[in-house]
């Protein structure tokens, strides 16, 4: 296995784990966008019924993990577009029935104090937006597209970051790697960039690693 930080050999080629770059996986990568991290987020369920459950699928680094949680966060994207705020999912865990997916919404950072319930009122909004979706006409274990029902998790709320911006780099960035991150504010967005980043101050010029 020739991959590294966490890479899987598929056989062909590498699968990196998200915010590593390269043919081997031996790259940290150049920017990563903690910006919906920073904000409130919605913590939700979703029943997939046109995928069966495998044990591949508590590993996170397999790659059926990352196909299933790759296809279930597009279609979200194409769902929530619209809805305010929208800054994306994570997916926290994968259980059985069919495949059942505990996942946050995130949401951008309010400009100022936000009262608690506008977020009640997104919430409503994510949820009825999920559920009026489209969905294929055909929901058989082999059709493309995911047949889902949604609703919020037992213990929906509406989650404010514990962790700093600081902090949050430092989880996201790739474990051997996480030392070299900070974060960089732009006008709208926060990025945790290292010194070889393109175009921030004081970077330096980076080169074959």
Not at 57 to 82: A, C, G, K, Q, W
Request: net charge positive; charged share 15%; proline share 6%.
């Amino acid at each position: 296995d020739p991959c590294q930080n966490g890479g899987h050999w598929t056989g062909t080629f590498c699968l990196c784990p998200p915010n590593v770059d390269g043919a081997r996986c031996q790259f940290g990568a150049s920017t990563i966008n903690i910006t919906a991290e920073l904000g409130p987020s919605i913590l939700m369920l979703a029943r997939v019924t046109n995928r069966n459950f495998s044990e591949d699928l508590r590993d996170t680094l397999s790659p059926t993990y990352r196909s299933f949680v790759d296809e279930f966060s597009r279609t979200m994207d194409r769902i929530y577009h619209n809805v305010s705020g929208y800054g994306g999912t994570r997916v926290l865990t994968l259980t059985r029935g069919s495949v059942v997916v505990n996942y946050k919404v995130m949401l951008h950072p309010p400009a100022g104090d936000q009262p608690t319930t506008d977020l009640h009122r997104r919430a409503r909004e994510l949820l009825d937006a999920a559920n009026a979706a489209a969905q294929p006409r055909n929901c058989s274990h082999s059709a493309e597209g995911l047949c889902f029902s949604t609703s919020f998790s037992r213990s929906a709320r509406a989650e404010v970051p514990a962790l700093n911006a600081t902090e949050l780099c430092k989880k996201h960035a790739p474990a051997n790697f996480s030392r070299y991150y900070y974060p960089y504010r732009t006008q709208n967005s926060v990025l945790c960039v290292t010194n070889c980043t393109l175009n921030v101050p004081g970077s330096i010029n980076c080169n074959s690693g």
